[in-house]
């Protein structure tokens, strides 16, 4: 109860932060914005060995990769926030405080969620116009898979910037991460039209799994084993991820 009452009011006072400066909602969504208007459009044809016959079939199977690389991409990053509160010793301050060591790295994971959730909503509003259609029960299970992505990354970031020796080497280790990590999940291009050797590394890609579910999510088939996969393989790692960085945090802060 103390832990869920802590996380609550950490997580309250970092939206209220970031409604202070919704700036950086809008540079969030800028890029995959211009992919969704500039890039998708192209890929009718390319598509077309999946099935996509028409501009609508090709953002339901573009949209949700678009959405997964803001969750993978958007995540991996906001460890830096977390570098500058380091740096001003807000987190050292932390330490005087009874509230619980992981509601301090919980809430700061939340609000960075719920930011990426809001953008991703912005994106798939933006969407509609062009011709996406999905099951609203699908959508929002979609959402789910995307938040727990989202949460991962989140945590996982954070446990990069507490175990690193220097905030210089943050920026190049997680590129490292990421483009890998991006490439292998068929954010961008269905693994479906990649080499098979290529489908099969990007089986060991536990992100390949919680695209693909967002892909059956948005084409309506919510029952599909990809779906249940994902959302599995995807808790599971971002409960690790979560513990793991809390121990990091709180030996930080002790």
Not at 10 to 32: A, C, E, N, S
Not at 80 to 108: D, M, N, Q, W
Not at 230 to 235: E, F, Q, R, S, T
């Amino acid at each position: 109860m103390k832990l869920a009452r802590d996380t609550w009011l950490v997580f309250q006072r970092q939206v209220l932060l970031m409604w202070r400066t919704p700036i950086w909602i809008v540079i969030g969504i800028t890029q995959p914005v211009f992919y969704l208007l500039l890039f998708a459009p192209l890929l009718k044809q390319v598509l077309g060995p999946m099935g996509a016959t028409s501009y609508a079939e090709a953002y339901q199977i573009y949209v949700p990769g678009l959405l997964a690389v803001l969750c993978i991409f958007g995540g991996l990053f906001t460890g830096f926030s977390l570098l500058g509160e380091l740096k001003a010793g807000i987190i050292e301050r932390s330490r005087v405080t009874p509230v619980s060591r992981l509601a301090l790295l919980l809430g700061r994971a939340l609000r960075e969620t719920l930011g990426l959730l809001v953008q991703a909503v912005i994106i798939t509003l933006v969407a509609l116009p062009f011709g996406l259609r999905v099951d609203p029960a699908s959508l929002l299970l979609a959402y789910v898979l995307l938040g727990l992505l989202a949460l991962m990354t989140s945590a996982i970031s954070y446990g990069i910037a507490l175990a690193l020796p220097n905030d210089a080497a943050m920026a190049p280790v997680v590129n490292t991460i990421a483009q890998p990590i991006g490439l292998l999940s068929g954010t961008l291009l269905p693994m479906a039209l990649a080499p098979m050797w290529l489908q099969r590394a990007a089986e060991w890609n536990p992100f390949y799994w919680a695209v693909e579910g967002m892909r059956a999510l948005f084409s309506g088939h919510p029952g599909d084993s990809v779906v249940w996969q994902g959302l599995l393989i995807v808790a599971v790692l971002t409960t690790a991820a979560v513990f793991y960085s809390a121990r990091l945090f709180s030996a930080r802060i002790r």
